[in-house]
C-alpha cells in the first residue's frame, strides 16, 4: 500500500481513506482520532471521538461533557482495529494525554505526531519514538535557530529577576493548557514554595493536573477581594497570555511582563509584544529535537506539517531521507 | 560573588534590551556590578560606555564563517526569519562535533583574547570563541566584535549605576572618568568602600557638561521672560576645550577627545581655563560657514593643510567652567557669562568668539526671531536662567532649547525596500524625489530615504500602495510607479540640507522622516528641486 493512499490531506484534516477516519480534523466529522487537547486538534461536534481519557477529560473540561457524539478511551500502546486498520496511541510528551497516533495497513506504517517534545516534562509522559516507514512531523520550531535551553535555567532567571524585583510582580503569560501547568511545576522543582496566583481561566485545568497527581503546590485565583495592589508584592501569577493586555492585569503592581513560550527565544518577537523577561520554555520540539527524532524513527520518508517545513524539508533533502511538505490547514500554535 | 563568567554579562544584556524602565535598568546594573567580580565588571562596563577598543569584524566575515559551518540555505531561512545577523550567527551557530565545553569563559578571557587577535587571525579567533560559549554568549561576543551593543544604556545611565552603587553623585563618577581606564579596579573598590577616592593625577579632564531640554507645549507660559537669558542655538558641535599646566584637550560633548580632528583650533588653546562652546568653521569676524562647510571638518581622524586653510576651525563660546584654575561652575550663569566675556576678548578673535545674547521682551518677540534666525546655521534659541549653576547632566528648568520648526518638503515616493525584523514582511524604508528638468519633460529624481514617522495603520497603508503600486522587482526592493499622473506624494520633515556630490540630485537631507500622507494631492504638484536649492544657497 502506498503511504498515501494510507493518509491524505482533506479540507477537514489528514484523512484515511481506508479506515474511514481523520486525524484531528479542524471541521465536525464522522469519526475523529485526536493528538491532544489543544483547541487547534480538538474540536467539538464530532460524531465519535478516540482519543487517550487525558484527552478526552480535557475536552469535556473545555467544551463540556456532550463535545462529542460518542467517545472512546485509546490505552497507550494497545491496538485498536478501525475498518481492518490498525492505530495505536503512544506517548508524544507534549502536554498531559497528548499522544502520536500510528496508523497501519498492509505493511505500510505511518505514524503522525501531532505535536510533540523531547524535553523532559513533569506534567506528562515523555515521548516514545515509534519506528515507522512515513514519520509525519510538526514543524513550529523547523528552523534550526530554535534551540530551547533547560526549563530549569529559565525559571532560575525567573526566580532571580523575582529576588531583583522584590517590590514588583511577574506576570506569567503561559497558554492555559499545559504550558501554565509546567510552569507552576517547574516552580515547585525549583523550590518555590509560595502561593502562585493564577488567573479564572487556568482554574479547571489545573484542578485536572491535581487530580492526575501532579502537584502544582499552593495556587490562588489572583483576583481582589477587599485588598489591593499590595497583595500582590513580589508575587509571582500566572495567566493566558491575552490577559496581559486587559485591565485585569492592571490590578498588579508595577508588573515585569514575561512570556514562556519557545517564540520567545527571538527578541524582536519577545521585544513586540511588550515581554521583560522572555522564558524560552517550549512544548514543542526544537530544531535539534526534530532532527534527531527523524533519524530516531528510522523513517524513509517524513511528512512536514504546521510550521516552517522549508527548512525541515532541506535538511531531509540534505540528509538524503525523502521528504514533503503537507499543507493541513487550520493548525495554530496555541500549545506555545 | 558569583563565578564572574561570561553568561553573567550575556544575561545583563539580554535582560537590559528588554527593559523599558530607567530604574529597572538601574536596578540590573547595579545587581550587575556588585554581584560579579574584578575585572569581569570593569569590562562590561567599558563595553556599556563604549570604552573597550576590540578591532572590529565585519558582517560580512560573519556571514562566512558561519556558512563555512552549515548549509546556506538553512542559514538564509534562519536570516530571513530572524532579520538582525548578529542573532541569527549566535543561534544558529553549530557546536563542532564532540566539543563539550566544560570551561564557561570570562569576559577577560573574551576580551583578551580578541584584542590580542591581528586583524588577520581575527575571525579565526573569534569562530573558537564562539564554539566555546552558550547562545546567550555568543551573541554578547558578537556584539563586541561587531562594534555598538545597542541595549539602550547610555554610558550616562552606566555612570549613574555606579553612584547608586556607592551612594555618591554622579558628577563626582563623570569628573573622575577620564582619568580611568578599564577594567576600572580602583573605582570599584573606592565605590564600595574599600578605597579612597581615586585620585585623578592627570590634566586636562573633561567635565561633564550641562544640557537643555526641549520646550514642550505650555512650558513658557509657566516661565517669566526677565529670568532667562536667550542665545542663538548654533548647529555646530558641542565641545568642550580643557588647558591646564600645559596639556590642550579638545572635548566631545560626550568626553571624547576631538583635539586630532582640529589641530587648528587646538593651535590656538594657548589660555588656562576650560570653556563651553560650539565648534563652527569659517572666520568668526567675517563669516561663519554652513552646514555644509561644516561637515568637511567631520569625521576625520586626521585633516589636511588644505582643508584646514579652506575650513578653519572656530570656537563660540558660551560659558566658562573654571578659569586660571578656579571653579566656576557654582556661579550663576549671570556671573560666568561676565567672566566669560572679559576672559574671550584676550583670546585670538580668529579662533575664539561670544555666543551673542539675544535680547527679547516677551516670548511672542523670541518665537518671531526663532523662526527667522539670521543665519542658517542656527537652529533655533537657548535659554539660560540667570541664575543656574552649571550643574552636569540634563537638569529640568535651568536650560531649554526651543528649536526651528522643521523644513517640510513633498515629495512622490520611488521605491521601497522590505524592512527587517518585525517589519521583515512590510516595504517600509522609502526613497522618495522630488520633481526635475524643463516642463513638460520633468523627471524624479532622488533626494532622500525615510523609514520612520509614520503609525502602524499607515504602514500598512503604504505596504499596500507599494505591493499594488509596483513596475519592477529587485532584491528587497520594489520601484513604484510614480509618473505625472500617478504616484504617492509624501510630506518629508527635515532638520537641513547638505550638498551632496554621492546623490544625483545634489543634496543630502539630514534626519528625513515622513511627517504626513498627502494622498489627497497629485504627484505632479509635488515640489520641485529648485525649492530644495534654494534652502541650500540660504
Given at each position: ?34 493528538t ?23 475536552m469535556?473540561?473545555?467544551?463540556g ?35 502520536q497516533?500510528c ?67 511577574h ?43 501532579i ?115 487550520g ?6 | ?74 542559514f538564509?531561512?534562519s ?72 541595549i ?51 590634566l ?58 582640529f ?58 567652567l ?7 561652575r ?38 518671531r ?17 540667570w ?37 521583515s ?9 522630488v ?15 525615510a ?28 520601484s ?26 545634489g ?32
Amino acid at each position: 500500500m502506498r503511504a498515501s493512499d494510507l493518509l491524505k490531506p482533506r479540507p477537514e484534516g489528514l484523512y484515511c481513506p481506508p479506515g474511514d477516519f481523520f486525524i484531528d480534523p479542524v471541521r465536525p466529522v464522522n469519526r475523529a482520532l485526536i493528538t491532544h487537547g489543544h483547541s487547534d486538534h480538538a474540536r467539538s461536534g464530532h460524531r465519535s471521538v478516540l482519543a487517550t481519557r487525558q484527552t478526552l477529560d480535557i475536552m469535556g473540561l473545555r467544551y463540556g461533557e456532550d463535545f462529542a457524539g460518542t467517545t472512546q478511551a485509546a490505552v497507550l500502546g494497545e491496538t485498536i482495529e478501525i475498518n481492518g486498520v490498525s492505530v495505536s496511541f503512544h506517548p508524544a510528551g507534549h502536554v498531559l494525554g497528548s499522544a502520536q497516533i500510528c496508523v497501519e495497513h498492509q505493511g505500510m506504517r505511518i505514524v503522525a505526531s501531532g505535536d510533540y517534545k523531547r524535553q523532559q516534562d513533569a506534567t506528562c509522559l515523555p515521548f516514545e519514538p515509534v519506528p515507522c516507514d512515513v514519520f509525519i512531523t510538526e514543524a513550529t520550531f523547523g528552523l534550526p535557530v530554535f534551540r530551547h535551553p533547560p526549563d530549569s535555567e529559565e525559571i532560575a532567571r525567573l526566580l532571580k529577576s523575582a529576588g531583583q524585583f522584590p517590590e514588583r510582580s511577574h506576570l506569567i503569560g503561559a497558554y492555559a493548557l499545559g504550558k501554565a501547568q509546567r510552569v507552576m511545576r517547574l516552580l515547585r522543582d525549583a523550590g518555590y514554595d509560595r502561593p502562585v496566583y493564577i488567573h479564572g481561566a487556568l482554574a479547571k485545568l489545573s484542578e485536572y493536573y491535581q487530580s492526575q497527581g501532579i502537584d502544582l503546590g499552593r495556587l490562588e485565583p489572583a483576583t481582589i477581594e477587599g485588598g489591593g495592589k499590595a497583595d500582590f508584592t513580589g508575587a509571582i501569577v500566572v495567566g493566558p497570555p491575552a490577559a496581559f493586555a486587559d485591565r485585569w492585569a492592571r490590578r498588579f503592581p508595577d508588573p515585569i511582563a514575561c512570556f514562556a513560550s519557545g517564540w520567545m527565544r527571538i527578541r524582536q518577537r519577545a521585544k513586540q509584544g511588550g515581554v521583560e523577561l522572555p522564558l524560552i520554555i517550549s512544548d514543542h520540539a526544537d530544531w535539534d529535537e526534530l532532527i534527531a527524532t527523524i533519524k530516531e524513527t528510522g523513517a524513509e520518508e517524513i511528512w512536514v506539517t504546521h510550521g516552517r517545513e522549508e527548512a525541515l524539508v532541506r535538511w531531509c533533502e540534505l540528509e538524503g531521507i525523502a521528504a514533503r511538505p503537507l499543507h493541513l490547514v487550520g493548525y495554530e500554535d496555541e500549545g506555545d | 560573588m558569583v563565578r564572574n563568567v561570561m553568561n553573567r554579562f550575556a544575561e545583563l544584556l539580554d535582560r537590559l534590551v528588554l527593559t523599558p524602565s530607567r530604574n529597572g535598568k538601574l536596578t540590573l546594573l547595579t545587581d550587575y556590578f556588585r554581584s560579579v567580580e574584578d575585572p569581569d565588571r570593569g569590562l562590561a562596563l567599558a563595553a556599556i560606555t563604549g570604552d573597550m577598543s576590540i578591532a572590529a569584524v565585519k558582517p560580512a566575515m560573519l556571514r562566512a564563517l558561519v556558512v563555512e559551518r552549515m548549509d546556506p540555505v538553512l542559514f538564509g531561512y534562519s536570516y530571513d526569519y530572524v532579520g538582525d545577523l548578529a542573532e541569527t550567527v549566535s543561534l544558529v551557530w553549530p557546536q563542532p562535533a564532540g566539543h563539550i565545553p566544560n570551561h564557561a569563559p570570562t569576559l577577560a578571557e573574551v576580551v583578551g583574547k580578541l584584542q590580542a587577535a591581528s586583524r588577520s587571525d581575527g575571525p579565526q579567533v573569534l569562530a573558537k570563541l564562539l564554539d566555546s560559549a552558550s547562545i546567550s554568549a555568543r551573541f554578547a561576543i558578537i556584539k563586541l566584535v561587531t562594534g555598538g551593543l545597542r541595549i539602550g544604556v547610555s554610558a550616562r545611565l552606566a555612570k549613574q549605576a555606579l553612584a547608586d552603587l556607592g551612594q555618591v553623585d554622579i558628577a563626582e563618577i563623570e569628573e573622575l572618568w577620564h582619568g580611568l581606564t578599564p577594567p576600572y579596579a580602583e573605582l570599584f573598590a573606592w565605590l564600595e568602600g574599600r578605597a579612597e577616592k581615586p585620585k585623578s593625577a592627570a590634566l586636562a579632564l573633561f567635565r561633564p557638561v550641562m544640557l537643555s531640554n526641549a520646550v514642550d507645549d505650555g512650558d513658557l507660559e509657566k516661565l517669566d521672560p526677565a529670568d532667562y537669558a536667550a542665545e542663538w542655538k548654533w548647529d555646530g558641535i558641542r565641545v568642550q576645550a580643557v588647558c591646564e599646566g600645559g596639556i590642550r584637550r579638545l572635548y566631545s560633548r560626550t568626553g571624547d577627545d576631538v583635539s586630532g580632528a582640529f589641530p587648528d583650533l587646538a593651535a590656538a588653546m594657548d589660555f588656562e581655563a576650560t570653556l563651553d562652546g560650539e565648534l563652527l568653521v569659517g572666520d568668526p569676524r567675517e563669516a561663519t560657514g554652513t552646514f555644509s562647510d561644516l561637515q568637511q571638518r567631520l569625521n576625520r581622524k586626521s585633516v589636511s593643510q588644505k582643508v584646514q586653510q579652506q575650513y578653519p576651525a572656530f570656537m563660540r563660546c558660551y560659558d566658562a567652567l573654571q578659569i586660571a584654575g578656579e571653579d566656576l561652575r557654582g556661579l550663576p550663569f549671570a556671573q560666568r557669562r561676565s567672566r566669560l566675556e572679559t576672559f574671550v576678548g584676550a583670546l585670538d578673535p580668529g579662533r575664539f568668539d561670544l555666543s551673542p545674547l539675544v535680547e527679547f521682551p516677551d516670548w511672542e518677540a523670541l518665537e518671531r526671531l526663532r523662526q527667522a534666525p539670521p543665519h542658517p546655521i542656527i537652529e533655533g534659541v537657548m535659554l539660560k536662567r540667570w541664575d543656574s549653576p552649571y550643574l552636569a547632566g540634563r537638569p529640568k528648568g535651568p536650560w531649554f532649547k526651543w528649536k526651528r520648526d522643521p523644513h517640510t518638503v513633498d515629495a512622490v515616493l520611488m521605491y521601497a525596500q522590505r524592512g527587517h525584523g518585525k517589519r521583515s514582511s512590510f516595504y517600509s524604508d522609502y526613497t522618495f524625489g522630488v520633481w526635475s528638468g524643463p516642463e513638460g519633460a520633468e523627471e524624479l529624481v532622488p533626494v532622500g530615504k525615510a523609514y520612520f514617522g509614520f503609525t502602524d495603520e499607515e504602514l500598512r497603508q503604504i505596504d499596500k500602495y507599494v505591493r499594488d503600486n509596483t513596475i519592477e522587482r529587485f532584491g528587497p526592493v520594489r520601484s513604484v510607479r510614480a509618473d505625472r499622473n500617478n504616484g504617492l506624494v509624501l510630506e518629508v520633515a527635515f532638520e537641513g540640507l547638505n550638498r551632496s556630490t554621492r546623490h544625483k540630485s545634489g543634496v543630502a537631507m539630514r534626519f528625513p522622516r515622513v511627517s504626513r500622507l498627502r494622498w489627497d494631492k497629485p504627484a505632479a504638484e509635488a515640489d520641485r528641486i529648485e525649492t530644495l536649492q534654494a534652502l541650500l544657497d540660504r
